[in-house]
């Protein structure tokens, strides 16, 4: 996916028209021996207040993967991106930003709602602070990044953590022992002392075919699968999410 999204941005300049019907051709031929029957749909055209470019939301489709981007559009040109100096300011990345305080918000909605009987939380903290719940995973570099705050994030909340792996199955794995684990503990140190041993960078991750796993047991690691795939129907996209409860 990765390769289709940088060939994507490479290609676009060499699209001769900016009407629908042939920006859809461009695609739908570049792509096609990459794709199975890869399809174009034109989501939304709208001007660049203070330009002659137009912005043109898009959606390449197959049956393998869904890719939604914007380019923009003046006369025969098309361009991946728009970069005001002058405003200092990435029309793209005003535009990705601005989707994805959309998707957070309309997650947040359906999330919230399931969470409040969630069973599988991770509870820390002072139960008359305001209350977070936090979608994380072992693996993931930004997680354990924010992970390291937590004793501080204590002083002014209460956390709700829930583990929804986005890694491999080894991450599913150190999610379903942290479970496991986590019922002995004692109090909130106790419940962060394991996480951290989990998070931790020096716990080794795997690929199946190489080495073994971690010593847990097929149930467990399918508690927390499923976990993740109920959450990631309502729209979870990317962790660490953090959600403020009303």
């Known amino acids: 996916m990765k390769k289709i999204i940088?060939?994507?941005?490479?290609?676009?300049?060499l699209s001769l028209a900016a009407t629908d019907a042939q920006i859809k051709k461009f695609y739908e031929e570049t792509f096609k021996e990459q794709l199975n029957k890869p399809t174009?749909?034109?989501?939304?055209?709208?001007?660049?207040?203070?330009?002659?470019?137009?912005?043109?939301?898009?959606?390449?489709?197959?049956?393998?993967?869904?890719?939604?981007?914007?380019?923009f559009t003046k006369g025969d040109i098309?361009?991946?991106?728009?970069?005001?100096?002058?405003?200092?300011?990435?029309?793209?990345?005003?535009?990705?930003?601005?989707?994805?305080?959309?998707?957070?918000?309309e997650f947040s909605k359906k999330a919230l709602n399931e969470l409040k009987k969630e069973k599988m939380l991770i509870s820390l903290g002072d139960s008359k602070k305001p209350l977070v719940y936090i979608f994380s995973d072992p693996e993931c570099p930004y997680c354990r990044m924010h992970l390291k705050n937590v004793r501080n994030d204590l002083k002014t909340h209460q956390i709700k953590l829930?583990?929804?792996?986005?890694?491999?199955?080894s991450a599913f794995e150190k999610s379903a022992l942290i479970?496991?684990?986590?019922?002995?503990?004692?109090?909130?140190?106790?419940?962060?002392?394991?996480?951290?041993?989990y998070y931790s960078e020096k716990l080794p991750s795997y690929t199946e075919k190489s080495e073994k796993g971690?010593?847990?047991?097929?149930?467990?690691?399918?508690?927390?699968?499923k976990l993740y795939q109920k959450y990631n129907s309502l729209g979870l996209s990317a962790v660490p999410m953090i959600l403020e409860a009303k």
């Open 40 to 71: 174009l749909k034109i989501l939304k055209r709208e001007k660049v207040e203070g330009s002659d470019f137009e912005a043109v939301v898009i959606s390449l489709e197959s049956d393998k993967m869904k890719i939604e981007d914007m380019i």
């Open 78 to 105: 098309i361009v991946p991106d728009i970069i005001d100096l002058k405003k200092n300011i990435s029309y793209k990345q005003s535009y990705e930003v601005k989707k994805m305080l959309e998707q957070k918000q």
């Open 179 to 197: 479970y496991k684990e986590i019922k002995k503990a004692k109090n909130d140190e106790d419940k962060i002392k394991i996480l951290e041993k």
């Open 6 to 13: 940088l060939f994507l941005s490479a290609t676009l300049s």
């Open 162 to 169: 829930i583990l929804t792996p986005v890694h491999g199955l």
């Open 214 to 225: 971690f010593n847990v047991s097929k149930k467990e690691v399918e508690e927390v699968v």
